[in-house]
């Protein structure tokens, strides 16, 4: 059985940081993509970053691109976000995912129908 558990949302101040972390158990964990999202308030989930197997490529959404960083860990299975220079749009749940094909190499994905396995996400809320 596949399970994600993120960790590290809560409560920022606008201009701070945090680290979100994500445990996966994930048989073969290092031959997926992974992908973190984000949901707000009455709007739909939309992508924040990507990261392909092997750590080489990652993707941003431009809104997040010169703030936020992702990482992984294949050893500890897991994912990291990285969010810095928070605002107050950056408050939502963030959620993880891990993709549904093995080995994709060269595009980290951007498509949440492209991933099959979400957990149940971290709320993060960025006061002003």
């Known amino acids: 059985q596949v399970q994600l558990v993120e960790s590290g949302g809560g409560l920022a101040q606008a201009g701070g940081s945090l680290r979100l972390s994500c445990a996966v158990s994930?048989?073969?964990?290092?031959?997926?993509?992974m992908g973190w999202f984000r949901q707000a308030p009455g709007k739909e989930r939309e992508f924040v970053a990507a990261i392909i197997r092997n750590g080489g490529t990652t993707n941003l959404a431009d809104s997040v691109r010169s703030r936020f960083s992702i990482s992984r860990d294949n050893g500890k299975k897991t994912v990291y976000l990285q969010l810095s220079s928070l605002t107050p749009e950056d408050t939502a749940v963030y959620f993880c995912?891990?993709?549904?094909?093995?080995?994709?190499?060269?595009?980290?994905?951007?498509?949440?129908?492209?991933?099959?396995?979400w957990g149940p996400g971290t709320q993060v809320i960025v006061s002003s």
């Open positions: 994930r048989r073969r964990f290092s031959d997926y993509a």
């Open positions: 995912a891990s993709h549904q094909n093995r080995n994709v190499m060269f595009v980290a994905p951007t498509s949440a129908q492209s991933y099959s396995y």
